[in-house]
């Protein structure tokens, strides 16, 4: 079993980090607080192409797989500290582009992905309803065949990049007979008639430079040519992109997680207390040895997830469940010990704080932790079944 990197996986981490170089923001403070997404940085990043990684390198992309993607986002998460920027661009490339790469045809890539590329075009994906979050099945938003494609009713709800997107993936409704068929996907431009995007994002706890809000499709009709895969195939082009977010876009809280570390590390060593070093204090010092194994393991529990997906045939889907658990829970108990070793200064408005925030919605996004806890619980529950059985 091999773990290290290679040398071209070192290069790709060596060219990210230059340019993470060009996505300092001195206002991040000040837009954490107005909850405002940076459009320049976003531009920023296009521009370097980052909106395409795992594209093919006719459409301007560097064909990335899972595991390589996962290690870009862990150096941007990493190197920039605006984590919602970095967020939005992972779900970007998850839940959009690799959708399109994967299930779209290839007049639909022609048409989609030059746009996307020469115009620096954002994605947002539009699943969430009030009321279907983690429950797929109590979806409402409808796609009623209508001559050569389908009328789009519905509203969608918490949607990250929605307000300031230029193109959406839409799943929606197109049957009834309660099984994972009864979906489909769509790919359709923001200024579609009937598309109407909240203006103002929400405000919310963390990840605050992120723009989330709702959409409400009143009547859109889209064209057969825009549906993803055949009708009836939304639950698995979904399906797919929650094992890519899972595996990939959380690579980017191991990047704020080692950068959190490296702020406690500095901290513990030069504040003193009781005329020493706080990492001289044996509790304090503890604190950063359950940090960094929380972060280590959830390291390789990460990039094991990214790497299944690339193989021939992927793993099911338990690697990506074990790593988005282990992530989510990792980010959030070290964002709390960093405040505790900061103490005062931790409570104050800023860096560690943020973080702090960024972290908490990690175990609700792509799946609730309880709801990936029982799907882990009934595929291993299934697998000693057959084990008990002699593998049948």
Known sequence: MQFALTPAQHALQARIA????????????????????????????ASAGLHLLPAPAEYGGQALGALDLALALETLGEQVPDTGLVFALAAHLCACIHPLLTFGSESQQKEWLPQIGKQGWLGAHAITEAQAGSDISAMRTRAQREGQGY??????????????????????????SGSFLDYSSFVLDRHSSGVHISATPHEKLGLRTTAMGDVEFDGVWVHESQRLGKEGSGGPIFQASMAWERSCLFAMYLGTMKRQLRACWSHVEEREQFGRPLIEQQSLAHRLADMQLRYESARLLCLRA???????????????????????????????????????????????????????????????????????????????????????
Request: charge should be positive; proline fraction near 4%.
């Open 151 to 176: 009328r789009i009713s519905g509203r969608k709800c918490y949607i990250s990049n929605a307000p300031v997107c230029d193109f959406l993936i839409v799943h929606a409704r197109t049957g009834e």
């Open 18 to 45: 230059t340019l993470a170089s060009s996505l300092q923001d001195p206002l991040l403070h000040e837009r954490d607080r107005a909850c405002e997404f940076s459009r320049p940085l976003w531009q920023a990043m």
């Open 306 to 392: 990214a790497w299944s997906l690339d193989l021939p045939q992927p793993a099911r889907g338990d690697a990506s469940l074990a790593a988005k658990l282990a992530l989510s829970e990792a980010a959030v108990l070290n964002g709390l010990d960093a405040v505790h070793l900061h103490g005062a200064l931790g409570m104050l408005s800023g860096a560690i704080e943020r973080e702090l925030r960024n972290a908490l919605p990690s175990s609700v996004f792509s799946g609730g932790s309880e709801v990936l806890k029982n799907q882990l619980v009934q595929q291993l529950r299934g697998d000693y079944k057959r084990e008990a059985r002699g593998g049948r």
